[in-house]
C-alpha cells in the first residue's frame, strides 16, 4: 500500500473586480487511488504582490488579469468613504 | 441547465440527455453513487416563484483559511485554527488564535478571508477573548478583511487592546457568487 500527498492550485475564480479566489488542494492518494481531498483558500486583490509568490498558475493569471486599469480601478472602489 | 427531476421524464441532465431513474446507481432504492454538475454554474433548481438564477443551489465546500494581520504592525498569529464552510453564496467562517504581545496602537485588522466580500456588504458576529474587551468582529466591503468593533460607537479595538489575547469568532457573510 503507497500512500502519497499531492498539493496543487485546483480552482482560480476571477471576480469581475479583477480578484482571484484561490483554491488549494492536498490530494491524498492511495496506491494512486485518491481517498481524500482538502482545501485551503485564500484571495488575491488587483495589485496584491503576494500574488506572484503563490504557487502556479496564480502569477500567471494575475499578471494577465491586473492591468494599470484594473488596478486602479479596484484601488479607486477601496478608497471610498464606509463606515 | 442544470438536473431536473419530474413524475414524466425522471431525470434531465446538463447535455439534454433524459434518463429513466433506473439508470442511476440505485442501491437498495438509495442513490450510491455521486452526482457531478457539469459547471459551476449547473446545481438543484429549487421550483419556487423567483428568478431561477436566484432558486439553484450551485455550490457547497469546507476548508482552512489562514487570518493574516493587516493593520499594518505586522503582527505573528500563533495557534491558528480556522475553517470555513460555503453553501450556495453564504460563507461562514469561523477562527481561533492567538495574538502576540504588542504596543502597536494600529487598529486590529485581520485578512485572509477565504472568499471576497462585495461592495456594501457588512457583516458582524460576536467576539470571544480573554482581552478586557466587549466587541464584535465586522467584515470590511469588496476585500477579505474584517476588523473588531466595540459594540456601540463603531470604535475599532486596537492590537494593544488585544495583545496577548486570544480571539475566537464566527461570521456569515455572503460571497460573490
Same mark, same amino acid.
Do not use: C, H, M
Given at each position: 500500500m503507497t500512500l502519497a500527498s499531492t498539493t496543487i492550485i485546483d480552482k482560480v475564480e476571477t471576480l469581475q473586480d479583477g480578484t482571484l479566489q484561490v483554491r488549494q488542494a492536498?490530494?491524498?492518494?492511495?496506491?494512486?487511488?485518491?481517498?481524500?481531498?482538502?482545501?485551503?483558500?485564500?484571495v488575491r486583490h488587483p495589485g496584491d504582490t503576494e500574488a506572484q509568490s503563490d504557487p502556479a498558475p496564480v502569477p500567471a493569471i494575475a499578471s494577465a488579469v491586473w492591468t494599470q486599469e484594473v488596478?486602479?480601478?479596484?484601488? #479607486?472602489?477601496? #478608497?471610498?468613504?464606509?463606515? | 441547465m442544470s438536473m431536473v427531476i419530474d413524475g414524466t &421524464?425522471?431525470? @434531465?441532465?446538463?447535455? @439534454?440527455t433524459v434518463q429513466t431513474v433506473a439508470a442511476l446507481p440505485l442501491t437498495g432504492?438509495? !442513490?450510491?453513487? $455521486?452526482l457531478t454538475f457539469a459547471t459551476g454554474t449547473n446545481g438543484i433548481?429549487? &421550483? $419556487?416563484?423567483s /428568478? /431561477? %438564477? &436566484?432558486? @439553484? !443551489?450551485n455550490d457547497y465546500e469546507t476548508g482552512t483559511w489562514t487570518p493574516t494581520d493587516q493593520s499594518g504592525a505586522s503582527l505573528t498569529f500563533s495557534g491558528i485554527a480556522a475553517n470555513y464552510v460555503k453553501i450556495g453564496k453564504v460563507v461562514c467562517v469561523q477562527a481561533f488564535f492567538t495574538y502576540p504581545s504588542t504596543a502597536s496602537g494600529s487598529a486590529a485588522v485581520i485578512g485572509g478571508l477565504p472568499f471576497t466580500n462585495p461592495t456594501s456588504n457588512y457583516a458582524s458576529g460576536p467576539l470571544d477573548t480573554?482581552? /478586557?474587551?466587549?466587541a464584535m468582529a465586522r467584515t470590511q466591503t469588496s476585500n477579505t478583511n474584517l476588523d473588531f468593533r466595540t459594540l456601540s460607537g463603531n470604535t475599532? %479595538? @486596537?492590537n494593544t487592546q488585544l495583545s496577548g489575547a486570544y480571539v475566537i469568532f464566527n461570521i456569515t457573510y455572503n460571497a460573490t457568487f
Open positions: 492536498e490530494i491524498i492518494t492511495k496506491d494512486g487511488v485518491e481517498v481524500t481531498r482538502t482545501f485551503n483558500r485564500w488596478i486602479s480601478a479596484y484601488q #479607486a472602489q477601496q #478608497a471610498q468613504a464606509k463606515p | &421524464n425522471g431525470v @434531465t441532465f446538463p447535455n @439534454t432504492g438509495q !442513490l450510491s453513487g $455521486n433548481i429549487f &421550483n $419556487n416563484s /428568478a /431561477a %438564477i &436566484n432558486s @439553484t !443551489l480573554s482581552a /478586557a474587551v466587549v475599532q %479595538i @486596537t
